[in-house]
């Protein structure tokens, strides 16, 4: 009777939904592996979305110094380079914490797995 999302479910879920079929998805991750998988779930669940693959270089390593204001700091100057997408869409749960300092850099709606989340579980226990 409890809802079980999968990690990513409802962020690509509202990713598609905020950009419409057609739309262009800025894919950010600080774990390299992570562009390589989660394409085929943006894919599985919406076919005609373009995604831009971005790579946080060094926002990992970072954050596992415990320095989170230079990990944000990095994710925000990636997430400059993005001006051609509708949306940014951050790939990790650790990325989360970067969300402000991504959407001021990009001037996009920026989407985290969290919150995606959350929102998500919300409606279903409402319903």
């Known amino acids: 009777p409890l809802p079980v999302l999968k990690p990513n479910e409802a962020m690509i879920e509202e990713a598609v939904a905020l950009t419409g079929p057609g739309g262009r998805i ?9 562009l390589a998988s989660m394409p085929a779930e943006f894919a599985a669940a919406a076919p005609g979305v373009t995604l831009v693959p971005c790579l946080a270089e060094g926002a990992l390593a970072a ?31 650790s990325l989360a914490r970067a969300a402000d300092a991504v959407a001021r850099a990009s001037g996009k709606p920026v989407l985290t797995t969290p919150d995606s989340a959350v929102r998500k579980l919300r409606r279903l226990l409402a319903a």
Do not use: K, N, W, Y
Not at 26 to 33: E, K, Q, R, T, V
């Open 26 to 34: 800025g894919l950010m991750a600080s774990f390299a592996p992570t």
């Open 63 to 93: 954050l596992d110094r415990g320095d989170g204001a230079e990990h944000d700091r990095l994710a925000g100057v990636v997430a400059a380079g993005l001006g051609g997408c509708d949306a940014v869409a951050l790939s990790q749960f």
